[in-house]
């Protein structure tokens, strides 16, 4: 055990290099999660209204959005998709490497799996309440800003939540095709070198990542929770 701590210690892995991969790591969640919410959320509502007996039924925007966008986004698994990606990348933000450029394949492997979520949670919403808000005189964009979004606000937040969680899983997949952070020096450590301290330590501090994130969400969800 004091060999294990003092290769930890003196490993450059560790003091030097774990640190700013770290913090490659919540920039990219950071960013991709920004990202994921400001386009998911209007397209999981935009999936939930359109949907048959929805408050803006269309099948045809739902069949869309849901069958051909989300649906085909979702089939494709993300190490897939962030190489198919490379083209795009470069295109949008200059560079298809480092977390930045990982930002973008994040945000589209997450958008739909999001906006799944938005929608189940969106269905939560008792019908009576919508019913209620139409018949008061409330136009379609007021009912859903200021009965559906408040009602399911629970739901969301333990959404967003399960999305980061997800997120930084993802974000150890994209730093082993050039993405940086926590599994770039996974890879280059631990796996290349065979350093299994690196590996261990890196795991922890992606487990420590994962439940601090999954308790702050949780506490979130308490605290909106008013039913």
């Known amino acids: 055990m004091s060999e294990f701590f003092a290769a930890l210690v003196s490993n450059p892995a560790i003091t030097n290099a774990l640190w700013p991969a ?4 919540v920039v990219m969640v950071g960013i991709s999660g920004l990202a994921t919410v400001l386009v998911g959320l209007p397209l999981g509502v935009v999936l939930f209204i359109t949907q048959p007996g929805g408050l803006a039924e269309s099948r045809v925007v739902n069949a869309v959005l849901g069958a051909v966008i989300v649906n085909i986004t979702r089939s494709i698994p993300y190490a897939i998709l962030m190489l198919t990606l490379i083209p795009v990348t470069r295109i949008l933000v200059g560079t298809s490497i480092g977390p930045i450029g990982a930002s973008v394949s ?21 019908p ?15 009912t859903v800003w200021k009965v559906l979004l408040p009602e399911s606000l629970p739901s969301l937040v333990a959404s967003i939540t399960t ?19 926590l599994g770039r020096l996974a890879y280059n450590y ?24 999954q308790w702050t969400g949780d506490r979130l969800v308490r605290r909106v929770d008013h039913r």
Do not use: C, N, W
């Open 106 to 126: 994040l945000s589209i492997a997450a958008i739909p799996f999001f906006a799944r979520l938005v929608e189940t949670g969106l269905r939560e919403v008792h």
């Open 163 to 181: 999305t980061v969680v997800t997120l930084i899983g993802y974000s150890a997949m994209a730093g082993l095709i050039g993405g940086g952070g």
């Open 128 to 142: 009576g309440k919508l019913d209620a808000a139409h018949a008061m005189g409330s136009t379609r964009l007021q």
């Open 190 to 213: 631990g796996y290349q070198r065979y350093q299994g301290e690196v590996m261990v330590v890196i795991l922890i501090v992606l487990v420590l990542l994962v439940q601090l994130v």
């Open 22 to 25: 770290f913090l490659e790591t």
